[in-house]
C-alpha cells in the first residue's frame, strides 16, 4: 500500500503522541479536543479510557467530517483505582509512594474516526516499579516532568529510572500504543511513511 495524503488530525495536544506519531511516519495535523475529562465512578477503567477516546475524536470530528481523527486517553490503574494527572506536588507524591514496589497497569483508549469507519480499542501494558529511593523520589518531584502525566511518571523520561519490569507495549506507557494504531489506521487507507 502506498503513503496516502489522506487529512489525519490527532485530537491531542500531548507532545509525546505527536512525536510518536510523527516518528511513525504519519503526517497529521493537531486540534485538540475540548472533552473534560473526568470519571463517573462506576466506570470500569477500559470503559472510561475508550469512552474519553471516543468523545475527543467525536469533538473534533464534527467540524472535520473528511479527516481521519484519533483521539486517545491514558490511564494508570492500580488495584482498581485510576490513577489520572496530579493535581499539586502533594498528589504526585502520594501516587509515587503507592506505585513504588508495585506492579499497576497502563491503560490507553484510542478512537479512530474517518468518512468510512469507526474503530476503538483500548491497549494495557503492565508496569512493575523498584522500591523508590527517597532521595529520587524528592529529585524527581523537583522537576516538571511528573505534572502532566497520568500516575505521575513519564517513562520516557527520568520516571523510566523507577520501571523494574514492563509486560506489554512500551508505547502504550508513553501515551500512544503506535503499532496497533498504525495498522488500524491502514484500514482507514493510511500508511506509514518510512523515512
Known sequence: MKPTQKRVILASMSP??????????????????????????REHPDEYVGRLARE????????????????????????GTILE????????????QRLSGATHEVLTGVSIIGPERQDLFVTTTHVTFIDIPNAWLDGYLDS??????????????SG???VERLE???????????????????RHGVAPRFL
Open 16 to 41: 509525546r503522541r505527536t512525536e510518536l506519531l510523527s516518528q511513525a511516519g504519519i503526517t497529521h495535523e493537531v486540534i485538540p479536543s475540548n472533552v473534560i475529562e473526568g470519571t463517573n465512578g
Open 56 to 79: 475527543k475524536a467525536m469533538d473534533v470530528a464534527r467540524d472535520n467530517r473528511d479527516a481521519i481523527v484519533i483521539g486517545s486517553d491514558t490511564v494508570v490503574v492500580l488495584d
Open 85 to 96: 494527572k496530579p493535581k499539586d506536588r502533594d498528589d504526585a507524591r502520594d501516587m509515587l
Open 144 to 157: 516538571t516532568e511528573p505534572y502532566d502525566k497520568a500516575g505521575a511518571y513519564g517513562i520516557q523520561g
Open 160 to 162: 523510566g529510572l523507577f
Open 168 to 186: 506489554g507495549d512500551f508505547y502504550n506507557v508513553v501515551g500512544l500504543p503506535i503499532r496497533p494504531l498504525v495498522e488500524t489506521l491502514e
